[in-house]
T-cell receptor, first 115, second 114 residues
Framework: SAVISQKPSRDICQRGTSLTIQCQVD?????MFWYRQQPGQSLTLIAT?????????ESGFVIDKFPISRPNLTFSTLTVSNMSPEDSSIYLC????????????FGPGTRLTVL | AQTVTQSQPEMSVQEAETVTLSCTYD???????LFWYKQPPSRQMILVIR??????QNATENRFSVNFQKAAKSFSLKISDSQLGDAAMYFC???????????FGTGTSLTVIP
């Protein structure tokens, strides 16, 4: 299984500002995924980030609001831009366990509160 | 899109007893994978167990087992000999074969009573 770390683990931000969340994996992975988990809710996929290409966003999520970088095979960032209280959520980074596996592994998450 | 339904928002079990968490899903596909993930209060999502749809045999991992009923599109998780450390939010998830997107249920919060 992959070991995934995220920074920051939590943050409290002011409305209108932006926060960049970092995700680091201990092995090279082709695909990384960003999820949002709103309070008391399930996980919703924001986007899939492939190294060397633009991220693919799910319905309801746009690049201007959630720009993603994927500079190499072990690292990705998700920025939450122009934040509002509705963006208060846990943001999780996830990777597939490997090309021959169908399992995803998750980072510890970033708990974001927007005031 | 596929949907995953967990009809039990909360469940409780006495320590050392057995509890079953329910999950149903809706799909027109025949080849897919099903998962149960555990999210303790510390927030780290942990894979509990997985099941390939083409396998008739129910998956088992130590105290955790599933009852996979493909025709009924049901995938329940049974936790035997419940322990205090089993207290967590449990999510059922679906993934199509050949695709990367997971679909998650809304979760079941499990409380283990000493």
């Amino acid at each position: 299984s992959a070991v995934i770390s995220q920074k920051p683990s939590r943050d409290i931000c002011q409305r209108g500002t932006s926060l960049t969340i970092q995700c680091q994996v201990d092995s090279q992975v082709t695909m990384m995924f960003w999820y949002r988990q709103q309070p008391g809710q399930s996980l919703t996929l924001i986007a899939t980030a492939n190294q060397g290409s633009e991220a693919t966003y799910e319905s309801g999520f746009v690049i201007d609001k959630f720009p993603i970088s994927r500079p190499n095979l072990t690292f990705s960032t998700l920025t939450v831009s122009n934040m509002s209280p509705e963006d208060s959520s846990i943001y999780l980074c996830s990777v597939k366990g490997g090309p021959s596996t169908d399992t995803q592994y998750f980072g510890p998450g970033t708990r974001l509160t927007v005031l | 899109a596929q949907t995953v339904t967990q009809s039990q928002p909360e469940m409780s079990v006495q320590e050392a007893e057995t509890v079953t968490l329910s999950c149903t899903y809706d799909t027109s596909e025949s080849d897919y994978y099903l998962f149960w993930y555990k999210q303790p209060p510390s927030r780290q999502m942990i894979l509990v167990i997985r099941q390939e749809a083409y396998k008739q045999q129910n998956a088992t991992e130590n105290r955790f087992s599933v009852n996979f009923q493909k025709a009924a599109k049901s995938f329940s998780l049974k936790i035997s000999d419940s322990q205090l450390g089993d207290a967590a939010m449990y999510f059922c998830a679906y993934r199509s074969a050949g695709r990367n997107q997971f679909y998650f249920g809304t979760g079941t919060s499990l409380t283990v009573i000493p």
